[in-house]
């Protein structure tokens, strides 16, 4: 079951997020001292309690048998565009159609909100994550280095 989150979820959603997000970390040697930034290292409850109530975002978990095991957000943006992010599926869950119910959940909320392209970010030396999002209908658009960043920052839209 896919639902909105509320305020007493935020910490579970920040476990989500870090826990999945540091599997791409450990696959591709980034670290708090390499990647402060990364999600993994730098999503907090108090940056999700932030986003939920100062930022135009939509966020929702995944929850399969009373455990919430999947968590993604969307940013409404100009021109009808918004930025799906933190698309997260807890490891132990992963590989039983969680993340392609929530991208698609993602698509189908955005539509409902009148935007017309969703933006994705992604790690781009991450081949296996940028072939799921093509295989989901996201067209690769480019890529930019940060010298924060010890990794390509790769850019994806999907239009509704």
Not at 73 to 100: I, T, W
């Amino acid at each position: 079951m896919i639902r909105e989150v509320t305020r007493d979820d935020i910490p579970v959603c920040v476990d989500i997020i870090r826990k999945s997000f540091k599997t791409v970390a450990e696959e591709f040697g980034f670290t708090i001292d390499n990647a402060p930034g990364f999600t993994a290292f730098a999503t907090t409850e108090e940056r999700l309690y932030w986003q939920m109530d100062n930022e135009p975002r939509l966020m929702f978990v995944y929850e399969q048998n009373g455990v919430i095991c999947g968590y993604y957000s969307l940013l409404m943006q100009d021109n009808n565009e918004c930025e799906l992010n933190n698309l997260a599926v807890l490891p132990e869950y992963r590989h039983s159609g969680f993340g392609k119910r929530l991208l698609e959940h993602a698509y189908e909320t955005a539509g409902n909100q009148g935007c017309k392209l969703i933006n994705i970010g992604i790690v781009e030396e991450n081949i296996r994550l940028r072939k799921w999002y093509e295989q989901n209908g996201a067209v690769h658009t480019g890529t930019k280095k940060f010298d924060f960043f010890p990794f390509t920052c790769g850019y994806m839209v999907k239009e509704l």
